[in-house]
């Protein structure tokens, strides 16, 4: 009978207040929570009938925090266009034709990548979500919904506020508290004021958050600038929505205002720069942000504008976009990009007192990186310790070789052990053949 699991010999990266780093460390594990972490020796003594994870020359560190997400089909079929005719061409004709079946097979494929590259949160932002709850339940995910909801006339495709608060009463603290459900609203350009105000007070009476796409395109935010008077970030918050629940994805173009403006409330926002670069948006200035102390995490966006959702490829853009901007190799060190993936994630979504970095008494929410590959050696340690710049600028996902979720594996030695990961990648290819044969008539000409 075994007493807990101890992961031990690895190079725990904590992430905590002091980005503490233990080499030969260990994390002992019990009842979904770190019970214990320290040197490898004293905990091998501390716990001798724990079962034993070798983590040898390997990095063991919080999982990862994707913060904004869409599950989907039709990576690589939407590409090489500017945002908005984007949208038009590819991605709503796509949503009428969607259905719930469609979309569970979505979220379980996107899911299943997320844990086979070291993500066990997510923020995603789709439809028919109550199958993406089903689908986070099974492959043992922590998820926060984040439904598609659009109130313009001619969009009744979309979700509802009337089904997003329902999604909110039925599924909130499902999965044994793994998800979470969140009010959402797809983008300024889609919803009205009444339903941001809506969605504000929803989310005040069920004590949850608000997730919003801020604005990507610089001529979208000077065209509502010109039509309000307002820049995106004001508008937000002249509709009730700003606050320290509130995560907005992108932000790329933003006003010295507008900056101001999401330290003052608290606000987090998700970036993401793959998508950012994809669909030509520009360069958010997340270090202007970091430097007012907003809370910022990362998000991989959907397969349609990534096109993967690889949290480790993530990391790696975001120092490298905020050097090359400031021609400054000074704007964002590796171990704040790390940060920014896993206990700044966390806070967005209000669950750094649970998940985000390894410390006692927090979920057992972690990931074990193998380091004994070409494209990581040396593996080096002490002053010269290179394990953190070894995760952001070198590893990907497929180095990822273990995953826990509350002390759950949900993958081992890279085998996911949830669900069958072939049966997933077989389904979501035959799901992805009929929603393209859905979405034909969609296409406009
Ligand atoms: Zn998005």
Redesign the pocket.
């Known amino acids: 009978m075994s007493d807990g699991l101890l992961v031990t010999g690895g190079t725990v990266l904590t992430v905590n207040e002091r980005n503490e780093v233990i080499e030969d460390g260990a994390v002992f594990i019990e009842r979904g929570r770190i019970a214990d972490l320290g040197e490898a020796a004293a905990l091998n003594e501390r716990y001798p009938n724990a079962e034993r994870l070798d983590a040898a020359g390997q990095a063991v560190l919080p999982g990862l925090v994707n913060l904004?997400l869409?599950s989907g089909l039709i990576r690589g079929t939407a590409e090489d266009l500017p945002v908005f005719e984007w949208l038009a061409k590819y991605v709503d004709p796509k949503h009428r034709a969607l259905t719930e079946e469609l979309a569970y097979a979505a979220a379980r494929l996107s899911y299943a990548e997320g844990i086979l590259s070291g993500t066990t949160c997510v923020m995603d932002?789709y439809r028919f979500m109550h199958r993406c709850a089903e689908a986070a339940d099974q492959l043992g995910l922590r998820a926060t919904l984040a439904p598609y909801v659009v109130d313009k006339p001619g969009m009744d495709y979309f979700e509802s506020l009337e089904k997003n608060e329902r999604l909110v009463r039925e599924f909130s603290g499902a999965a044994g508290g793994r998800i979470q459900v969140w009010f959402a609203l797809e983008h300024l350009t889609y919803c009205t004021e009444g339903a941001y105000r809506q969605a504000a007070a929803l989310a005040e009476k069920y004590g949850t958050g608000i997730h919003t796409?801020g604005e990507e395109s610089r001529e979208m935010a000077a065209r509502l600038h010109q039509e309000t008077g307002r820049w995106p970030v004001e508008l937000f918050c002249d509709r009730g929505i700003l606050g320290p629940k509130t995560v907005l994805?992108h932000c790329v173009w933003l006003q010295p205002e507008e900056m101001e403006l999401l330290a003052k409330t608290g606000t987090s926002v998700a970036h993401c720069p793959v998508s950012n670069l994809k669909l030509a948006s520009g360069i958010a200035p997340i270090k202007e942000l970091l430097d007012l102390g907003v809370n910022v995490g990362i998000g991989t966006?959907?397969v349609k504008e990534n096109n993967n959702l690889d949290m480790l490829e993530e990391l790696k853009f975001v120092p490298l976009l905020q050097k090359a901007r400031l021609l400054d190799a000074t704007a964002i060190p590796a171990e704040t990009a790390l940060r920014m993936a896993t206990i700044d994630g966390a806070k967005a979504l209000g669950l750094d007192e649970e998940i985000g970095s390894l410390e006692i008494g927090k979920k057992a929410d972690l990931i074990v990186v193998d380091f004994r590959k070409h494209h990581l050696t040396p593996i080096m340690r002490g002053k010269y310790s290179n394990a953190v710049s070894n995760l952001v600028y070198a590893a990907s996902g497929s180095d990822v070789s273990h995953v826990f979720v509350e002390g759950h594996p949900l993958m081992k030695d890279r085998k996911l052990l949830t669900a069958d990961a072939e049966q997933i990648r077989l389904e979501a290819q035959d799901a992805a053949e009929k929603l393209f044969a859905l979405r034909e008539p969609f296409i406009p000409a």
């Open positions: 904004h869409h932002m796409h994805a966006d959907g």
